[in-house]
T-cell receptor, first 111, second 116 residues
Framework: KQEVTQIPAALSVPEGENLVLNCSFTDSAIYNLQWFRQDPGKGLTSLLLIQSSQREQTSGRLNASLDKSSGRSTLYIAASQPGDSATYLCAAFPTGNQFYFGTGTSLTVIP | DTAVSQTPKYLVTQMGNDKSIKCEQNLGHDTMYWYKQDSKKFLKIMFSYNNKELIINETVPNRFSPKSPDKAHLNLHINSLELGDSAVYFC???????????????FGNGTRLTVT
């Protein structure tokens, strides 16, 4: 069974810093990996989806990478802003029929 | 607006009651899901339907019964509610069948269920 771990559980950075969130998964046979953002009291918003054949995806200040062989993905956020404060979750989609979610990293960007 | 919408947003009820949560998506997606998010923010899948057919049924008490009248709707009915059912329930949808899946999951805003 797939297990997804996110480190750190919480992160606080000053505005303008670049930061990296980590996601590791135990089963490397995945179709894709997805990063989400969750704001308090809200649902999840998809940020980036990396297909198993891809190494990275970029959207604006966000860059996600995928290394299937090592079971790792990272989400890089450049020039962080207070509006980036949220919980970030990764989800791995293995050879099965469902996404396995990590426990999330709670990010606070201090103005 | 194109979205996944679920109602109600909040649901407070007493133990033993029966309640339903409704979900609708107008994205034209084929697959819909119910997820449960516990107090530690961990998301776990409960059910998945593809074109009105059940394809995922995790270890969920049979007090929980999903109903999909058409591929745009997936409702969740819960019988004999228990304290441990208190959580946030999220509906989601995706394009295509699960095994050929390569498009993002789209989530509703959640239903916070509190059982007293």
């Amino acid at each position: 069974k797939q297990e997804v771990t996110q480190i750190p559980a919480a992160l606080s950075v000053p505005e303008g810093e670049n930061l990296v969130l980590n996601c590791s998964f135990t089963d490397s046979a995945i179709y894709n990996l997805q990063w989400f953002r969750q704001d308090p009291g809200k649902g999840l918003t998809s940020l980036l989806l990396i297909q198993s054949s891809q190494r990275e995806q970029t959207s604006g200040r966000l860059n996600a990478s995928l290394d299937k062989s090592s079971g790792r993905s990272t989400l890089y956020i450049a020039a962080s802003q207070p509006g980036d404060s949220a919980t970030y979750l990764c989800a791995a989609f293995p050879t099965g029929n469902q996404f396995y979610f990590g426990t999330g990293t709670s990010l606070t960007v201090i103005p | 607006d194109t979205a996944v919408s679920q109602t109600p947003k909040y649901l407070v009820t007493q133990m033993g009651n029966d309640k339903s949560i409704k979900c609708e998506q107008n994205l034209g997606h084929d697959t819909m899901y119910w997820y449960k998010q516990d107090s530690k923010k961990f998301l776990k899948i409960m059910f998945s339907y593809n074109n009105k057919e059940l394809i995922i049924n995790e270890t969920v008490p049979n007090r929980f019964s999903p109903k999909s009248p058409d591929k745009a709707h997936l409702n969740l009915h819960i019988n004999s509610l228990e304290l441990g059912d208190s959580a946030v329930y999220f509906c989601a949808s995706s394009l295509g069948t699960v095994s050929s899946y390569n498009s993002p999951l789209h989530f509703g805003n959640g239903t916070r269920l509190t059982v007293t």
